[in-house]
């Protein structure tokens, strides 16, 4: 089925590092969508993108939809210890019963002060 | 306004026992979702409600059943727990038309 490859599994960085992670698929999306888990707590919306090629920030996330429609890409500016998390992306698919969202495997995140 | 809110928060189970857990949205949405969310493997999707009376099964539906009771609550019962089933489950809920789905705080299930 259907698949979305996040690379970095992990990064160990530095609190002031910028940080950048991706998402690709085999397959083509209309929507992608960008999610933070906290530990122990449900995924939080930060950013979605409907439009190929569109750059969009929420404070110091910035994500952009691949210009393929096959892949996306989210930044961090200047981390700071509560962007500690998973991050997922995310892809909707449509079928006959709605939509069906999948996830990648996320990027786990570990700042240092 | 809470969102979407689960019960219980925590929950374990010996194999064969059964429970149902449960999820509510506030948010006026039609659809709603339950995944599992296993070490390094992201959010699978177990089944799905697009609307009030409808339900179809997702990635992982095995050993587990739905009800959409209504449009706020949609539960997941496990007849028969066994191991495999040790997870954390979350509930999601979405406007069809935006895609942008909340989720709740979690289940975390542990089968012995």
């Known amino acids: 089925g259907q698949q979305l490859n996040q690379s970095p599994q992990s990064m160990f960085i530095q609190e002031g590092e910028d940080v950048s992670m991706n998402c690709t698929s085999s397959?083509?999306?209309?929507?992608w969508l960008w999610y933070k888990q906290d530990p122990g707590e449900g995924p939080v919306l930060l950013i979605a993108l409907y439009k190929a090629g569109e750059l969009t920030s929420n404070g110091r996330l910035t994500a952009q939809f691949g210009i393929t429609r096959k892949d996306s890409f989210l930044n961090i500016s200047a981390s700071i210890p509560s962007d500690v998390g998973i991050y997922f992306c995310?892809?909707?698919?449509?079928?006959?019963?709605?939509?069906?969202?999948?996830f990648g495997a996320g990027t786990r995140l570990f700042v240092k002060a | 306004n809470a969102g979407v809110t689960q019960t219980p928060k925590f929950q374990v189970l010996k194999t064969g026992q059964s429970m149902t857990l449960q999820c509510a949205q506030d948010?006026?949405?039609?659809?709603m979702y339950w995944y599992r969310q296993d070490p390094g493997m992201g959010l699978r999707l177990i089944y799905y409600?697009?609307?009030?009376?409808?339900?179809d099964k997702g990635e992982v539906p095995n050993g587990y059943n739905v009800s959409r009771l209504n449009k706020r609550e949609f539960s997941l019962r496990l007849e028969s727990a066994a191991p495999s089933q040790t997870s954390v489950y979350f509930c999601a809920s979405s406007d069809p038309y935006t895609t942008e789905q909340y989720f709740g705080p979690g289940t975390r299930l542990t089968v012995t």
């Open positions: 397959s083509i999306f209309n929507t």
């Open positions: 995310a892809g909707p698919l449509l079928n006959t019963g709605g939509f069906k969202t999948i």
């Open positions: 948010m006026n949405h039609n659809s």
């Open positions: 409600s697009a609307s009030e009376g409808t339900t």
